[in-house]
């Protein structure tokens, strides 16, 4: 698999097993509105908007649907850029579905595993350059989504001084706080994106970082106010799916959209193969031990104690929704 060859295919938008009979590991062929997808061939540049109520949590589906539309953007020759961002205003992703891995189903818990390794390995590895437009909060595994982009620009969230439409999204790798540990290669994106020292303290302390904070130690590349712009791109307006069409004047989407066309100006080929000298090791070094973390994983979440604190956690989850 670590050929040149398969390294070049593996950034060029196919993977080398796909030429053979299906690989275990292969999503299948998805259409579905979890994930809407736009492209507009002129700019070069397409969205792919999360679009799972409430909360935009990873499910299986939801994995399958995210892999499928970004093999589907990318097969198109024209497109060179993709802004990932989501239809909810507050929620860019919570994570892993935890009712996913709350008393699992033997057969589904290691597929849903593999999918999420999937999304990792199709957008970490995708020859398109990816943007993500975080407008709400990336907990645990949307930090991750967030991380496995090429760029991260972040609202600042609405401090507006009535405490009651007051919202300050966070984004972080806040998986300790649940009683679980980050998987060694989304624990290695962190440190890849903030450096060893700022890694090792927010693994360890599963700090969610305020917009600024998340700026000031490199997790996120930009932060923008919370506010309407005066007029829009209409390029971006003509991207935005009906269900966000509104956002069209929104600052987080509009510098979402300016860093992608930034993005599709570079010459294609010298783009990925810029993105292979820093990505292609730790992908394959994944792959070698896919089996294996799928192993790790299902062992841990099936155990008595780890079952416990995620049904707890499950339940105040869906406590505090219904009291608002
Ligand atoms: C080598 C060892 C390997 C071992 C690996 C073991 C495990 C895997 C480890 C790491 C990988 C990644 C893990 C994860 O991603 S775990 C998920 C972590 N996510 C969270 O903790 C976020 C939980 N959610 C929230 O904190 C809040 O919802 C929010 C995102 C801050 C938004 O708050 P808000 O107030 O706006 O909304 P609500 O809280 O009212 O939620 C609305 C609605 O959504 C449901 N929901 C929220 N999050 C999730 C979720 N992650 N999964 C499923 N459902 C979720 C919530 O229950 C509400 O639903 P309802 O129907 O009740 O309205």
Redesign the pocket.
């Given at each position: 698999m670590n050929t040149p060859r398969a390294r070049a295919m593996l950034f060029m938008g196919r993977r080398s097993h796909q030429s053979h009979a299906p690989h275990k590991h292969s999503p299948p062929a998805v259409a579905n509105d979890l994930v809407i997808s736009t492209v507009d061939e002129n700019s070069g540049i397409a969205m792919l908007t999360m679009n799972r109520p409430?909360?935009n949590?990873l499910s299986l589906e939801m994995n399958e649907a995210l892999c499928y539309s970004l093999k589907t953007v990318e097969a198109n020759p024209k497109i060179q850029s993709v802004i990932l961002s989501s239809t909810n205003p507050?929620?860019f992703s919570?994570?892993?579905?935890?009712?996913e891995l709350v008393a699992p189903d033997n057969d589904r818990l290691p597929r849903f595993w593999n999918s999420l390794q999937q999304v990792y390995i199709d957008l970490y590895g995708s020859r398109l350059a990816t943007v993500a437009a975080i407008q709400g909060?990336a907990?645990?595994?949307g930090c991750f989504l967030a991380m496995s982009c090429d760029y991260r620009v972040m609202s600042e969230g609405d401090t507006n001084n009535d405490i009651k439409k007051k919202h300050v999204p966070t984004i972080g790798l806040?998986?300790t706080q649940?009683g679980?540990?980050?998987?060694?290669w989304?624990g290695q994106l962190l440190v890849r994106t903030i450096g060893f020292r700022q890694a090792e303290l927010a693994l360890a302390l599963g700090t969610l970082f305020p917009p600024e904070q998340a700026l000031s130690i490199g997790l996120v590349d930009d932060i923008v106010p919370h506010q309407q712009v005066e007029s829009g791109d209409h390029k971006l307006v003509d991207l935005l799916p009906s269900q966000i069409k509104d956002q069209a004047q929104n600052s987080l989407l509009q510098k979402a959209y300016t860093q992608a066309q930034i993005y599709a100006k570079i010459p294609p080929q010298a783009r990925v193969a810029s993105k292979m000298v820093t990505r292609e090791e730790h992908i394959f070094r994944m792959i070698a031990k896919r089996d294996e973390d799928t192993q790790?994983?299902c062992g841990?979440?099936t155990q008595k104690a780890v079952q416990k604190n995620l049904t707890a956690y499950v339940e105040a989850?869906?406590n505090?929704?219904?009291k608002?």
């Amino acid at each position: 698999m670590n050929t040149p060859r398969a390294r070049a295919m593996l950034f060029m938008g196919r993977r080398s097993h796909q030429s053979h009979a299906p690989h275990k590991h292969s999503p299948p062929a998805v259409a579905n509105d979890l994930v809407i997808s736009t492209v507009d061939e002129n700019s070069g540049i397409a969205m792919l908007t999360m679009n799972r109520p409430p909360a935009n949590s990873l499910s299986l589906e939801m994995n399958e649907a995210l892999c499928y539309s970004l093999k589907t953007v990318e097969a198109n020759p024209k497109i060179q850029s993709v802004i990932l961002s989501s239809t909810n205003p507050k929620i860019f992703s919570a994570g892993l579905d935890i009712t996913e891995l709350v008393a699992p189903d033997n057969d589904r818990l290691p597929r849903f595993w593999n999918s999420l390794q999937q999304v990792y390995i199709d957008l970490y590895g995708s020859r398109l350059a990816t943007v993500a437009a975080i407008q709400g909060h990336a907990p645990a595994a949307g930090c991750f989504l967030a991380m496995s982009c090429d760029y991260r620009v972040m609202s600042e969230g609405d401090t507006n001084n009535d405490i009651k439409k007051k919202h300050v999204p966070t984004i972080g790798l806040n998986e300790t706080q649940l009683g679980i540990a980050a998987p060694p290669w989304m624990g290695q994106l962190l440190v890849r994106t903030i450096g060893f020292r700022q890694a090792e303290l927010a693994l360890a302390l599963g700090t969610l970082f305020p917009p600024e904070q998340a700026l000031s130690i490199g997790l996120v590349d930009d932060i923008v106010p919370h506010q309407q712009v005066e007029s829009g791109d209409h390029k971006l307006v003509d991207l935005l799916p009906s269900q966000i069409k509104d956002q069209a004047q929104n600052s987080l989407l509009q510098k979402a959209y300016t860093q992608a066309q930034i993005y599709a100006k570079i010459p294609p080929q010298a783009r990925v193969a810029s993105k292979m000298v820093t990505r292609e090791e730790h992908i394959f070094r994944m792959i070698a031990k896919r089996d294996e973390d799928t192993q790790h994983f299902c062992g841990f979440v099936t155990q008595k104690a780890v079952q416990k604190n995620l049904t707890a956690y499950v339940e105040a989850l869906k406590n505090k929704s219904a009291k608002k």
